[in-house]
């Protein structure tokens, strides 16, 4: 799911929405492994473009029902 999430994210990184929706996506199929993972991975590689979602979505505190 990792691998399958990074090839998303790297295909709409140019639209700010669908990258956040998909950002959303990744966090509530992941396990906690992947998670981390995933956090480093977006952080090194978009954060230049779109600090604002990862702050907003990685760092915040929501419950995934």
């Given amino acids: ?5 990074k090839i998303v994210l790297n295909g709409v990184q140019n639209n700010k929405q669908l990258f956040r929706k998909e950002l959303i996506k990744s966090l509530a199929w992941m396990n906690p492994e992947e998670l981390t993972k995933l956090r480093l991975w977006v952080r090194d590689k978009f954060y230049h473009k779109h600090s604002d979602v990862i702050n907003e979505i990685l760092y915040a505190k929501y419950e995934y029902v």
């Fill in 1 to 5: 799911m990792l691998e399958h999430q």
